[in-house]
């Protein structure tokens, strides 16, 4: 090859180089501008999710689970898992409908909490515990009480409230392999509900004291390491509430920050600092917690005499930032978990992200009465089915 043949191939390899950078270069700008027309503009949003990510799903062509309504089943979902509990029986389905684990629990009234890949179960108003990772049943157990509410943090650790007979509540706190830490008694409140850091450090006791002519509710924040040894003294914060307000749910975020709804207000309880960071208004018609290191609320507002529309606002428990994702409908019931949430609209149901973005809009012919929601799984519960989707 002569050196005139070498220099044009060289050239050649050089042009053919340049054209591959700039393809690259102009795929990566139209995905850029893509995703930027696709974040601020709903038209175009709609129509990406419709016809490219097809996002919309119909009931009549969906995977489902069979159950019978004679046999008084109870649907819970978690983690990627859908559970059904009949005749003691706890069957556990994957997102393709398929029975992967059947575990023996001897619950006909169950009550649930699950965080990650844990899931508890109890009898309600019973004795009986269980802890479930994943398919595995790790531990089961009894209290001498009856059970009242029941809470698991990532870890695993379990912490349940149970009506005495010498006092009004007793807190325990189980470590992850069933192991009873403490004891907490309470004789002048009532625990309307408990949550454990997620570094295992602190359990957190939402009070209510009715004594009064006025409701008073109270946080107090127990040091594990302290109560380990001396229950009595291993109250680390006790934090008053508003006069009146009444508390109805606790639920610990990332870096120990917790976060307490009232049936007036939302706080944040962080280094024995109580912060109002929500104040309900007239228009605000639902709220939660359980959403992974945010709160998610809805607010209705008025388009004209006979429309409305809702709007899901979230808000980051950390940095204030808020995203708003609207519906053009009323809302008839609102789920979170982890870092989904569920929107509820009689035959319709959207299915969102933290981020505001649609994952899945499902429509039905008939009335949606339950929806049950993992991290990666959903379920539409009817009296002989429960239909999935996959977020």
């Known amino acids: 090859m002569s050196i005139i043949d070498i220099n044009q191939y060289k050239e050649k390899l050089t042009i053919k180089k340049r054209i591959i950078i700039v393809s690259i270069f102009l795929i990566v700008v139209a995905i850029i501008i893509t995703g930027i027309i696709?974040?601020?503009?709903?038209?175009?949003?709609?129509?990406?999710?419709?016809?490219?990510?097809?996002?919309?799903?119909?009931?009549?062509?969906?995977?489902?689970?069979?159950?019978?309504?004679?046999?008084?089943?109870?649907?819970?979902?978690?983690?990627?898992?859908?559970?059904?509990?009949?005749?003691?029986?706890?069957?556990?389905?994957?997102?393709?409908?398929?029975?992967?684990?059947?575990?023996?629990?001897?619950?006909?009234?169950?009550?649930?909490?699950?965080?990650?890949?844990?899931?508890?179960?109890?009898e309600n108003k019973g004795n009986s515990i269980y802890l479930i990772s994943g398919e595995n049943l790790l531990w089961q157990t009894s209290v001498e009480g009856t059970i009242e509410k029941i809470t698991v943090n990532k870890n695993g650790y379990v912490s349940v409230?149970?009506?005495?007979?010498?006092?009004?509540?007793?807190?325990?706190?189980?470590?992850?392999?069933?192991?009873?830490?403490?004891?907490?008694?309470?004789?002048?409140?009532?625990?309307?509900?408990?949550?454990?850091?997620?570094?295992?450090?602190?359990l957190a006791i939402a009070e209510v004291d009715t004594s009064k002519a006025i409701i008073q509710s109270n946080i107090k924040i127990i040091s594990v390491d302290k109560a380990k040894s001396d229950p009595t003294n291993s109250v680390e914060y006790n934090m008053v509430g508003n006069e009146g307000a009444l508390i109805t749910n606790i639920k610990y975020q990332d870096k120990d920050k917790l976060i307490c709804i009232y049936d007036d207000s939302i706080h944040s309880i962080e280094k024995g600092q109580d912060t109002e960071i929500l104040k309900f208004e007239n228009k605000t018609i639902m709220a939660e917690i359980k959403n992974k290191n945010n709160i998610v609320y809805a607010t209705e507002k008025s388009n004209g005499i006979f429309s409305t529309s809702t709007n899901i606002i979230i808000k980051n428990v950390y940095n204030n930032n808020e995203t708003t994702y609207e519906v053009d409908s009323t809302v008839k019931s609102l789920q979170v978990y982890d870092t989904n949430i569920a929107i509820n609209l009689g035959s319709e149901a959207e299915f969102i992200n933290t981020l505001g973005w649609l994952q899945k809009k499902y429509k039905t012919s008939q009335e949606i009465s339950e929806i049950i929601l993992g991290s990666s799984i959903a379920g539409i519960v009817y009296r002989d089915r429960i239909e999935i989707i996959n977020l």
């Open 161 to 202: 409230v149970e009506k005495g007979t010498s006092y009004k509540n007793i807190v325990i706190l189980f470590d992850s392999d069933g192991k009873e830490l403490f004891k907490t008694y309470l004789s002048s409140s009532i625990a309307i509900t408990s949550d454990i850091s997620e570094d295992n450090k602190y």
């Open 38 to 122: 696709y974040m601020k503009n709903n038209n175009f949003r709609d129509w990406m999710d419709t016809y490219i990510f097809r996002k919309n799903i119909e009931n009549t062509d969906i995977t489902y689970i069979e159950i019978d309504s004679a046999n008084n089943p109870s649907v819970y979902a978690y983690d990627r898992y859908i559970t059904v509990l009949e005749k003691n029986i706890l069957s556990m389905y994957g997102s393709n409908g398929n029975k992967l684990e059947e575990i023996e629990v001897n619950i006909s009234n169950p009550i649930y909490n699950s965080n990650g890949r844990y899931l508890c179960i109890a």
